[in-house]
């Protein structure tokens, strides 16, 4: 039933039939309406790509990605999100990125570890007041509703530099450029090593990704603008080097990466159902306010042994949820052998709306499910997920394309009273990154206390 070590479920939601346009992960979610918890019968939608057509020039591969990208995120479809019947869920999978696997079963066995450490040490010795947490262990330092949340831990990391920025930035912007903290390698060894090593790959894989999506961004403004003329008045190369997102470079370049490994706790099985049955229990609804998040995907164990669970012995509404284009909530389940990335608000500027991030929770998983057998009776459940989030520099302009207007950006934005409005937020066209960000994070906390 348990095995000490990771598992690969061998379940329906795993099996992918490849290499076949569009591909289409069957099975792999199911879908619920306003919260309802009611399957869907529609399966499909997580459009999942290959690693290997990522290595393709980006100039070259527009047919494989243009109708992915368009079904994942949206494009030029997106303006009109209501007559699609497969709304984006502004999240794509990538499969078959080398050793992805065993580099996360690797990463992923020594979180139980790190997380079992005392307290006391933990508090002492990975723990960072003055980054605000940013760097190293924080649990019960963030807030869920005004408590602290103690459902989860994080383990905060970048895992390109020990040191970003200059001496100068460390000083000046400590949140924004924390420091590593390791626990010792004779407590977790080669936590690091791990660590590190899934983040830097996940981040290489975002930056060729990355490069793809410039190209789909830059094609979808060149396909509008030929809607409103005769396309012969068109200079395709003026209109392609007036275009200047170049993500893919932005995302390689950059050393502005944090790695937040995830420990979520068993909820308790009485005296808060009211928290445990809502659908944002281990995590509450937002956007990813930055530019693009990898996310290595989850797995759940048994809090008191350490032993990962065969899928069909949790509770199937456990995990990601997001709003879709139709404002439609889905749980989401990104394959085991698979990397997600996900759409932050900053691309949704920068792109002028072709591309948009979806707000999404994390719903816990409920303690008293239990499957047919009654198999799951009485296990505290707990789960790990490792999500990386690649960024620019603080000072990064956020603007959209020249000609794009300001309220075309805001318009695509997925209607909903769960997250505050980006207009609030994004308060002006090259509004820089940093102060989007402090902007944002103040008026989350605030909004929780509404909602
Ligand atoms: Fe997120």
């Not at 004779?186 to 990704?209: N, P, Q, R, Y």
């Not at 003026?238 to 502005?256: D, I, V």
């Not at 500027?349 to 008293?368: R, Y």
Request: proline share 6%.
């Amino acid at each position: 039933m348990l095995s000490p070590k990771f598992i690969l479920p061998k379940t329906k939601h795993d099996v992918f039939v490849h290499k076949t346009y569009p591909y289409k992960a069957m099975d792999n979610f199911t879908s619920t309406k306003h919260d309802n918890s009611q399957n869907s019968d529609h399966l499909e939608d997580l459009v999942v790509i290959e690693y290997e057509d990522l290595m393709i020039d980006p100039e070259n591969a527009t047919l494989i990605f243009h109708p992915l990208f368009s079904k994942a995120f949206g494009g030029l479809e997106s303006s009109n999100p209501s007559t699609s019947s497969h709304a984006p869920l502004g999240l794509i999978a990538i499969s078959g990125i080398p050793s992805f696997v065993s580099q996360k079963q690797n990463l992923f066995q020594k979180v139980y570890e790190l997380a079992n450490l005392p307290d006391s040490y933990l508090e002492t010795n990975l723990t960072d007041p003055r980054s605000m947490y940013n760097a190293g262990w924080s649990r019960g330092k963030e807030k869920l509703g005004d408590k602290p949340d103690q459902h989860k831990a994080s383990f905060y990391f970048n895992p390109v530099t020990d040191l970003p920025g200059s001496k100068e930035d460390r000083e000046q912007y400590p949140t924004s450029y924390p420091c590593n903290l390791w626990p010792e390698n004779s407590l977790v060894e080669g936590f690091k090593d791990s660590a590190t090593g899934l983040g830097c790959l996940m981040k290489e894989v975002v930056a060729m990704f990355a490069g793809h999506l410039d190209v789909f961004v830059r094609n979808c403004h060149i396909n509008q603008m030929k809607k409103g003329k005769d396309s012969v008045d068109i200079d395709l190369e003026n209109l392609k080097s007036s275009f200047c997102m170049s993500m893919g470079k932005e995302m390689e370049q950059t050393e502005k990466v944090k790695g937040r490994i995830l420990y979520y706790f068993p909820l308790p099985k009485k005296g808060l159902l009211s928290s445990v049955n809502k659908a944002d229990s281990w995590i509450g609804w937002h956007c990813d306010s930055g530019f693009l998040t990898a996310l290595a995907g989850d797995a759940y164990l048994l809090h008191e042994t350490g032993e990962f669970m065969e899928s069909n012995l949790v509770d199937p509404q456990a995990g990601l949820h997001v709003l879709d284009r139709n404002s439609i909530v889905r749980k989401i389940n990104i394959p085991q052998h698979c990397m997600g990335i996900q759409i932050g608000e900053c691309l949704q500027i920068l792109s002028g709306g072709m591309v948009v991030a979806t707000p999404h929770c994390v719903k816990g998983a409920d303690p008293n499910w239990m499957n047919s057998s009654n198999e799951c009776e009485n296990m505290p459940v707990a789960r790990i997920s490792f999500p990386c989030f690649i960024d620019t520099v603080p000072s990064f302009s956020l603007s959209a394309p020249k000609w794009c207007p300001r309220n075309v950006v805001l318009e695509k934005s997925i209607k909903s009273n769960k997250i505050p409005p980006l207009e609030k937020r994004w308060i002006n066209d090259g509004m820089a990154f940093g102060e989007f960000l402090q902007k944002t994070f103040s008026m989350y906390y605030d909004w929780s206390l509404k909602v």
